[in-house]
């Protein structure tokens, strides 16, 4: 342990409370609010600003998580050897959710961003479905992970 042992773990923490907190907000409170809003391509310009807003501290986040955890990888537990198994597994869902995450940037937001630009609405509304089923998928892959993380000292 150093100095900066605590920051690092402590933004670690925060990053990880930030972007699943952010998917479940997204997915469980603002997803079923939105069908109220008229007319329907309303909707859609408001995912399309919701997503570059959040989008922006995923992208922080996606670079912060494995830098902090390769800090206390390396630096608290002298590499992987020192590190117990539920690190390795929190490696390997961390990875899956960073690699899902930049796959759902490039292709289906992209889509989506130029669909609602050009007023494509069937197409944005198919890309969103896709957007959706990435961002399920990631909201239970991040609750393992911190799962992972916080209990995984005490077995
Ligand atoms: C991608 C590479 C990642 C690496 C190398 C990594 C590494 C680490 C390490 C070394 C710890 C300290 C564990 C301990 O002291 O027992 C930790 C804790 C933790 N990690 Fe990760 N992690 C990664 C990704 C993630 C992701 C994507 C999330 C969640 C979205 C996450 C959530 C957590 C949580 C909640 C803790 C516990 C923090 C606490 O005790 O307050 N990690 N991680």
């Given at each position: 342990m150093t100095d900066l042992s605590p920051f690092m773990l402590?933004?670690?923490?925060?990053?990880?409370?930030?972007?699943?907190?952010?998917?479940?907000?997204?997915?469980?409170?603002?997803?079923?609010?939105?069908p109220g809003i008229e007319p329907p391509p309303e909707r859609l310009k408001l995912w399309d600003r919701v997503f570059a807003r959040f989008f922006h501290w995923v992208w922080i986040a996606a670079v912060?998580?494995?830098s902090t955890g390769y800090w206390m990888i390396f630096v608290d537990f002298q590499g992987f050897r020192g590190a117990s198994l539920h690190i390795h597994w929190m490696h390997g869902t961390g990875w899956l959710m960073i690699v899902l995450f930049i796959y759902l940037y490039m292709k289906p937001y992209a889509l989506f961003r130029e669909a609602v630009a050009a007023e494509n609405w069937e197409d944005?509304?198919?890309?969103?479905?896709?957007?959706?089923?990435?961002?399920?998928?990631?909201?239970?892959?991040?609750?393992?992970?911190?799962?992972?993380?916080?209990?995984?000292r005490l077995w």
């Open positions: 402590g933004a670690h923490a925060l990053f990880a409370v930030l972007w699943v907190g952010g998917m479940f907000f997204a997915y469980q409170v603002l997803r079923p609010s939105v912060a998580l494995p944005a509304k198919a890309n969103l479905e896709r957007i959706r089923k990435i961002v399920l998928t990631n909201l239970v892959l991040g609750v393992i992970t911190i799962l992972l993380g916080s209990t995984g």
